[in-house]
Nanobody, 130 residues
Framework: VQLVESGGGLVQPGGSLRLSCAAS????????IGWFRQAPGKEREGVSC????????YYVDSVKGRFTISIDAGKMTAYLQMNSLKPEDPALYYC????????????????????????WGQGTQVTVSS
């Protein structure tokens, strides 16, 4: 059972990247998948999550309108399309599995509470630089 991220790299400000999170050993349909990021010297923070079964997606304010999360259950892969990348976006990006779907009324701190996520990938590095 594991999650493996890929797709990170170096991109110029304003550019785009698509991160992938490949799942193995379990079915994505029954879980929420979240994306988190951690910049040097900062705490890890939640960015977005998706519940395919609930048809729900969540984004933190800093990425709304720029990032899009999706799932291809057939390919057992979740994606994070990142557009209009900014200098504040560089970080190590992780995907993680959440066994319980977050309720729509939850605050971001509750949606991205790391204690609710039971499986993590190793991360993929995103660098934004001109």
């Amino acid at each position: 059972v594991q999650l493996v991220e890929s797709g990170g790299g170096l991109v110029q400000p304003g550019g785009s990247l698509r991160l992938s999170c490949a799942a193995s050993g379990f079915t994505l349909d029954y879980y929420t998948i979240g994306w988190f990021r951690q910049a040097p010297g900062k705490e890890r923070e939640g960015v977005s999550c998706i519940s395919d079964s609930a048809g729900a997606t969540y984004y933190v304010d800093s990425v709304k309108g720029r990032f899009t999360i999706s799932i291809d259950a057939g390919k057992m892969t979740a994606y994070l399309q990142m557009n209009s990348l900014k200098p504040e976006d560089p970080a190590l990006y992780y995907c993680a599995r959440r066994p319980r779907d977050p309720s729509p009324h939850l605050r971001d701190a509750e949606i991205y509470d790391e204690s609710e996520y039971d499986l993590w990938g190793q991360g993929t590095q995103v660098t934004v630089s001109s």
